[in-house]
């Protein structure tokens, strides 16, 4: 698992290209700039690597495009140290610039094989954190309330139960939409009975799946 000057290189032409599409946290940016998205990938074409567009990783999915990745984090606003669900756990890419930023994450993936395969990877990069197999749609009660929540994958509406898993005064990030574009949502948990909710553009995901193996 090599990383390279040249790799370097790619990975600071792709954060110039980011801060052009409007990306401006420097702490998401330096994320960019550090994570070797390469290494995430089933082969390790640099040509493709720090491309800013999404990839497949097996399963039929996709690591995030990272425009994408960028445009989420940012929009979570991220203190050090807060507790962080992230929804599809994919590659483990938004999971390790989770990380990278100090929080303290959840990842749940609903495909047993890119489970098992990020849960002993991630780990080897240096990013650790709690990984858990099962339906990020019913999120991870046990381990409630969140002070963040982050969905990667296309999810068909608001998920009612993970309103409830965050704290008031969190936010959470969320594609929302069937089919082959989804809407991004912030919903901001202002009291126990009151959310905000507010649009961020066109994003396309792969599908939230309900009952995988
Ligand atoms: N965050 C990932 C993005 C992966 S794509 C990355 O940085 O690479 C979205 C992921 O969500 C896929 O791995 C998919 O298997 C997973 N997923 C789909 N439905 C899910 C569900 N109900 N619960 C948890 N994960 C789900």
Redesign the pocket.
Known sequence: MKDTFRHKGLRQILVDELIGKGISDQSVLSMINEIPRHL?MDNAFVQFAYKDKAFP?G?G????QPYT?AFQTELLQLNPYEKVL??????????AVLIGMESNVYT????KE?FTKTKDFLPKLGYNCNFYY????KGLDKFSPFDKIII??GAPNIPEGLIKQLKVGGRMVAPIGNGDVQVMHLIEKLSETEIRTTTHGEFS??????N?N
């Open positions: 995430f990783i399963s999915q996709t690591i995030s990745v992230e929804v599809g756990t994919g590659s483990g890419y938004q999971a749940i993936e609903r495909q890119l099962g339906d990020g749609y990667t994958c995901f792969v599908p939230m799946l309900n995988k």
